[in-house]
C-alpha cells in the first residue's frame, strides 16, 4: 500500500487538530466557569449562613435560657422573665 502526501490531506490534518484544540479549549472554559459558578453559590449560602446566625444571635442578645436536666436532652429550653427583688432592711 502506497500512502501519497498531499496539500488537501494535509491542510485537513491541520485543521482536524486545530479544531479539536479550539473544542478543548472552549470545554475547559466551560467547565472553569462552571466550577466557579458552583464556588461562588457555595460562598453565598456560607454568607447568608453567617449573616443568619448573626441576626439571630443579635435578636437573643441579652437574653437568659434556663436548661433543666429533663430538657436538656430535647433541647427545649425556657425563657426566664427579669424579676424584681426589693430590699428588706
Given amino acids: 500500500m502506497v500512502v501519497e502526501a498531499s496539500i488537501a490531506g494535509l491542510f485537513r490534518t491541520v485543521l482536524i ?3 479539536a484544540f479550539v473544542l478543548l479549549r472552549f470545554l475547559g472554559q466551560l467547565m472553569m466557569a462552571k466550577r466557579n459558578m458552583e464556588e461562588e453559590r457555595k460562598i453565598n449560602e456560607r454568607q447568608r449562613a453567617f449573616e443568619k446566625e448573626r441576626s439571630q444571635k443579635l435578636r437573643n442578645f441579652g437574653k437568659v435560657n434556663i436548661l433543666t436536666k429533663s430538657k436538656r436532652k430535647t433541647g427545649i429550653s425556657h425563657q426566664a422573665e427579669d424579676a424584681d427583688y ?3 432592711d
Avoid: A, C, N, T
Wanted: charged share 35%; net charge negative.
Fill in 86 to 88: 426589693e430590699e428588706i
Fill in 17 to 19: 487538530i486545530l479544531g
